[in-house]
C-alpha cells in the first residue's frame, strides 16, 4: 500500500518561509518521480515543482527562484523549500509519487497573509 504523508505546512507572512516534507512509503522511493502540485480555492490543481530519479527538476515559472525541490533517497523523503512566499502561493500543496501508477498525499494547507 503506498502511502504519502505530507508535513510543514502553515500561515507565514508574506517575504517568509515553510519547508514542506512529504515521506513515502510502499514504493521504491528512488526510481520514482516526485513533484508538489498545488490547488487554490475555485482552481485546477497545478504542478509546482517535481524531481526525477536522476535528479533532474523541473518547476512552475511562478515559482522559479524562490522554491527548491529536492529528494534524500535514504529517508524517503521530499522537500520543497519555500522562501519569498507571496499571497498568491495560498492553496493547499500535494505531495505526488509517478510509479507504476500515480499516487497522492492527503495535502497541507499554506496560507500566505499578513
Known amino acids: 500500500q503506498v502511502q504519502l504523508v505530507e508535513s510543514g505546512g502553515g500561515l507565514v507572512q508574506p517575504g517568509g518561509s515553510l519547508r514542506l516534507s512529504c515521506s513515502a512509503s510502499g514504493i521504491i522511493f528512488r526510481f520514482a518521480v516526485m513533484g508538489w502540485y498545488r490547488q487554490a480555492p475555485g482552481k485546477e490543481r497545478d504542478l509546482v515543482a517535481k524531481v526525477t530519479s536522476s535528479g533532474r527538476t523541473d518547476y512552475a515559472d511562478s515559482v522559479k527562484g524562490r522554491f527548491t525541490i529536492s529528494r534524500d533517497n535514504a529517508k524517503n523523503t521530499v522537500y520543497l523549500q519555500m522562501n519569498s512566499l507571496k499571497p498568491e502561493d495560498t492553496a493547499i500543496y500535494y505531495c505526488?509519487?509517478?510509479?507504476?501508477?500515480?499516487?497522492w498525499g492527503q495535502g497541507t494547507q499554506v496560507t500566505v497573509s499578513s
Open positions: 505526488s509519487a509517478k510509479y507504476s501508477g500515480d499516487y
